[in-house]
């Protein structure tokens, strides 16, 4: 792996009515210039409309590899959203993709320190973004998810910065190889067992691997 990624766009957005009857997003985000701050719960500007599942101090920022976007125009033709910014990251990366980093991983971005906590588990609303209503479904097949940072250090990030890795405490957890446990419900039990008790995982994520662990063990 290299050790180091570019950062190709800086991304924030806020709270809009999309789509009648239906709940507002924030999914649409605008490229920002120059530096921006970065506090515990996201960049200077960003909101979420659900706090329940997006945002705050676990999931303060999301990262898309900018490669996936090539493919997802092969997949299903060009697409205004098949672009950076357009998945609404807040962060679009070269370089790194899901099999490239860890959970836990400890990184320096712009003058912040951050750490990887979980993969993306999109919803209703990436598909309706996007306009294809397999969307959500094919981020999780194919384990395109992008990954969210809680903030250890704030700072400021800009386009053209670099995401550096300082630490690797959970080298074999890729998080291609999360999210992948996530999506099956036959995963391997040591695996879930492992990710229910992994302190860097954040706890969306390491609740569902415990609920399964305690299934499992309520029907021994």
Request: hydrophobic share 40%; charged share 30%; proline share 5%.
């Amino acid at each position: 792996m290299n050790e180091r990624a570019r950062i190709e766009g800086i991304f924030t957005g806020t709270v809009q009515d999309r789509w009648p009857t239906k709940p507002p997003s924030a999914i649409a985000k605008t490229r920002r210039d120059g530096p921006v701050s970065l506090g515990a719960t996201g960049f200077l500007g960003d909101a979420q409309a659900d706090l329940a599942v997006h945002g705050g101090r676990g999931k303060a920022v999301h990262v898309y590899p900018v490669a996936h976007y090539a493919r997802w125009r092969r997949d299903l033709g060009d697409r205004a959203a098949f672009a950076p910014g357009g998945f609404g990251e807040n962060v679009a990366v070269a370089d790194w993709t899901e099999a490239d980093v860890c959970i836990g991983d400890v990184m320096a971005m712009g003058t912040a320190r951050v750490a990887i906590s979980q993969g993306r588990q999109p919803c209703w609303k990436l598909s309706a973004h996007v306009g294809e209503d397999s969307m959500a479904y094919r981020v999780r097949k194919t384990r395109r998810t992008g990954w969210y940072l809680r903030v250890l250090e704030g700072g400021a990030v800009a386009e053209g910065d670099e995401m550096v890795l300082l630490e690797r405490p959970n080298d074999v957890w890729t998080v291609h190889r999360v999210a992948t446990a996530l999506f099956d419900p036959r995963a391997d039990p040591d695996d879930v067992d492992a990710l229910a008790g992994m302190a860097d995982l954040d706890p969306s994520w390491r609740g569902v691997f415990a609920e399964r662990r305690s299934e499992r063990e309520a029907v021994r």
